[in-house]
Each structure stands twice: as C-alpha cells, then as structure tokens.
C-alpha cells in the first residue's frame, strides 16, 4: 500500500471481485485490533458482522455491481475482540488491468447510535410529557429563559447608556473647550494679521474647526435622542411642518419653500423630536435643491395597520400606523445608496451638510416604534417614507 494511504484519519480497504482482502491501511487495523498480515486475504465476510453480510449481499454489492458507486452507506464492522464499529463508508468499483477491485472508505460513527438513542428517548420523553400534561411546565421553563434573555439585554443596554453618556460628556466638555479656543483664537489672527498666506492657512484651520464643531453638536443631538424619555402627546404634524418651513427660510435667505401637503390626521407623538424631525428633512430639500431659489416639497399622508412584532417571527399584532410621504424635487442621489444615507457622518454629496440629519431623522423615528426609508434617483427628487405609530405603546414587540 502506497504510505500516503497508510496513515490517512480514516479507515481503507479494499477487495477483489469475489470478496478477497487485498489493501487494508493502518487505521483500519488500529480500530479492528488486527495486523495489516492477518487481514490480507481474509474475505470481507470475516470483518462484517452478521447485519451487514446480509446488507451486503442484497444491497451494497448489487449497487456497486450497477452504478459502480456508493456513498454514505452505513455499516457495521467486527473487531478481533467481537466489539462492533459503525462505520459510514463510500465505495467504488473499478477495473484496471482486466482485474476489478473494490475499494472502501469511511469514518467510525461510534457517537451515531448514542445520538439516534436520545433521538429515541428525547421522542418518548415528549410523548409522555404530552400524556402527563406538561404543558404548563414547558411554558414556565420557556417563560423563565425569555426572562434571562431580556435581563442579558437589558444589561446590555444599560452598559451601552452608560457608554453613550460618557460619549455625551467628551463631546460636551472635553472636546468643546479646546474647540472653542481654536475658534476664538484662529478669529483674532483673521482679524489682525496682514500676511495673506498666514490669513489663508488660517482660514482652513478655522474652516476645519467649524466643520468639527457642527458635528460635535450633531453627535451631541444624536446622543440626547438616545438617552431621553420622550413625554407623549397628541400632535399635529402640518402645524409642526409649518414651522419646520418657516425655519427653513429663515436659516436660508434668499430661499422659498413650496410646500403642498394633505390632511395629517393627530398622532401621539413627542413634538420636540418631530419638529426636529420634519427640519431635518426640509433642510435637506433645501440644501439639494435644483438651481434656483425655491425648494418644492410635496407631502402625502395616509393610514394603514402594521405589525408591531418586527423582530419575533410568528407574532401578530396589527395596529394603526401612519405612512407619512415627504417628496422633494431636488438633485437626488444614486438609489443604490439609500440605507448607507443613514449612517452617521454619511455624505452622499460632496457639498453637502455634516452627514448627520438623516441618522438624527432614524434615530428619532425608532424612538416613536416606527421606520423610515428613502427612495431617489439622481436628479429626479427624493421621497423619505416613514411610518409611525398613531398611539404610543410601548410595550414588548
């Protein structure tokens, strides 16, 4: 036998066509407790315990006599000691030379029938629990392994609370500082110094420290968003869109925002996170307006009923959403890219805002129970989808 089968993690052996041993390697022997001499020229019968002898003859060799093959056979082999090792094997037939030799490979299962006697008695331990009634046993167990799931997340969030104000602290003190005096001080050389070399380096430092600034501002948004406790209360979201226009005007001169929109039926809702919410969005529709300016901002509305359970396959419960459609006209971006819009400090437009109003927009949605989307294609506008719960209920999805 060639050494490169001699020592292979597997057993190998093979026969003649009429049932001669003429190859067994070492690990065949190793689990058969017999030597490499004993084997050769023994026939398979005398390694094959009375089972597979009959599976043999009216199985396995006819199907190696037809197809030439087989694959993942399950056997059972006779040690010298008279033990019993399972074994799945493959095997082929072939002829070289005008002789036909058959040959076999496979690994020991000896954990095999130890897993079908559990699969045995894990069914009969079933049956009898459904004879005794153990239903109500079954829940509790199932009901106390749910507890020791939410207890583990809920540590989790806690940790990450605790994570994100310590975040809030940085941003809020530690970072702030020192920004303020690179704003504070970069202002006093652009105010007095005359060498415009030394103006235009400064310029960008300031430029740069301005740029950080709106998005330590941003992060600290983002983060007050996640830490609060949002207070409920019926809202009128075309009055807060009103407002979110007026505002959009006002922090842009110049600029008129056109906005069409149906009737908004009430919801309850938080009405600082969805003023915030709504400046966001017409901020970005002035922001990617087309040339010229007007900002045109369309605004459907319209009800339907959702299933809170989003996250538990197999749960049901349907309640009243509101599928809010904000449209604008602007330049709109690669739809390839619409979930990437979302992550903090995403740009789609290299002229555009700090890449932080449409994480603030998520972030406010899912803390109201519902989602958001865009759909945008370049030049052709773009549509934020949102869809948020008419009531506040928070309770377990």
């Not at 190696?64 to 399972?86: C, F, M, R, S, V």
């Not at 890219?337 to 903090?344: N, S």
Request: include cysteine.
């Amino acid at each position: 036998m060639q050494d490169l089968y001699k020592d292979i993690p597997c057993v190998y052996f093979a026969s003649s066509d009429d049932g001669s041993i003429i190859e067994a390697n070492e690990t065949l022997c190793h689990f058969l407790g017999n030597t490499r001499q004993e084997l050769i020229g023994r026939k398979l019968e005398s390694i094959f315990t009375l089972a597979t002898r009959i599976f043999q003859q009216t199985h396995f060799y006819p199907l190696l006599q037809l197809k030439g093959h087989a694959e993942e056979i399950y056997i059972t082999l006779k040690a010298k000691d008279g033990e019993e090792l399972p074994v799945l094997i493959n095997a082929t037939r072939k002829e070289k030379d005008g002789q036909t030799r058959l040959h076999f490979a496979g690994i020991p299962v000896n954990q095999r029938k130890k897993f079908e006697d559990e699969i045995i008695a894990a069914k009969k331990a079933a049956e009898k629990a459904l004879v005794e009634n153990t239903a109500l046993k079954t829940a509790q167990e199932a009901l106390q392994k749910h507890a020791e799931e939410l207890d583990t997340q809920i540590a989790l969030t806690t940790l990450r609370n605790q994570q994100l104000q310590q975040l809030n602290h940085l941003a809020t003190h530690n970072f702030q500082e020192p920004l303020r005096k690179l704003l504070f001080f970069s202002g006093q050389i652009l105010e007095q110094g005359d060498d415009q070399s030394t103006r235009t380096a400064v310029q960008k430092i300031r430029k740069a420290a301005e740029d950080l600034d709106v998005k330590l501002k941003g992060l600290q948004q983002y983060v007050w968003l996640t830490n609060e406790e949002p207070e409920w209360e019926q809202v009128d979201l075309l009055n807060i869109m009103e407002i979110a226009r007026k505002h959009a005007e006002v922090e842009n001169p110049g600029v008129t925002v056109m906005l069409e929109s149906e009737a908004i039926p009430l919801i309850e809702a938080n009405s600082r996170q969805m003023l915030m919410l709504l400046k966001e969005l017409l901020a970005n529709a002035v922001r990617f307006r087309k040339p010229g300016n007007t900002a045109n901002v369309k605004v459907y509305a319209s009800g339907l009923q959702l299933n809170k359970f989003r996250q538990l396959p197999g749960k049901y419960k349907y309640t009243d959403f509101l599928k809010l459609q904000v449209e604008d006209s602007g330049i709109g971006f690669d739809g390839q890219f619409q979930d990437q819009a979302f992550e903090l400090f995403r740009k789609l437009h290299a002229a555009g805002g700090a890449g932080i109003g449409l994480s603030l927009c998520r972030k406010i949605v899912e803390n109201h129970g519902g989602s958001i989307s865009l759909e945008s294609q370049k030049d052709a506008g773009t549509t934020a989808i949102i869809f948020l719960p008419v009531k506040q209920d928070m309770a377990v999805f």
